[in-house]
Nanobody
Framework: QVQLVESGGGLEQAGGSLRLSCAASGRLFSIRSMGWYRQAPGKQRDLVATIARGGSTHYADSVKGRFTISRDDAKSTVYLQMNSLKPEDTAVYFC????????WGQGTQVTVSS
C-alpha cells in the first residue's frame, strides 16, 4: 500500500503562485511514476503533470511553461509549483502514484480568482 497526503492548496488571485506538496509513504519501491491531476466541477479528472522514477517529466499543454513538477526523494515528496495562475486552473488537485496499482490522495482545492 502507498499513502499520499496533499497540501498547499488555497485561494489565490490570477497571476499568483501556489505550491502543492504530496507526501508519500508505504511501499514506495513499487512506484514507477507520480503525477498531479485536477478535476473541475462537472468535468473529468485530467492529467496536469507527471514525473517518472528516472526524472523525466510530462505536462499538459495547458500548464506548460507555468507549472513545474519536482520531487525530493529524501522526503518522499512530490511538488507542483504553479505560477501565473489563471481562473481556469481552479479545481481539486489530486496526487497519484503509479506502479503495480494506482494510488490517489484525497485532493486539495485550488481556487484562482480573477
Amino acid at each position: 500500500q502507498v499513502q499520499l497526503v496533499e497540501s498547499g492548496g488555497g485561494l489565490e488571485q490570477a497571476g499568483g503562485s501556489l505550491r502543492l506538496s504530496c507526501a508519500a509513504s508505504g511501499r514506495l519501491f513499487s512506484i514507477r511514476s507520480m503525477g498531479w491531476y485536477r478535476q473541475a466541477p462537472g468535468k473529468q479528472r485530467d492529467l496536469v503533470a507527471t514525473i517518472a522514477r528516472g526524472g523525466s517529466t510530462h505536462y499538459a499543454d495547458s500548464v506548460k511553461g507555468r507549472f513545474t513538477i519536482s520531487r525530493d526523494d529524501a522526503k518522499s515528496t512530490v511538488y507542483l509549483q504553479m505560477n501565473s495562475l489563471k481562473p481556469e486552473d481552479t479545481a481539486v488537485y489530486f496526487c497519484a502514484a503509479h506502479g503495480y496499482h494506482d494510488y490517489w490522495g484525497q485532493g486539495t482545492q485550488v481556487t484562482v480568482s480573477s
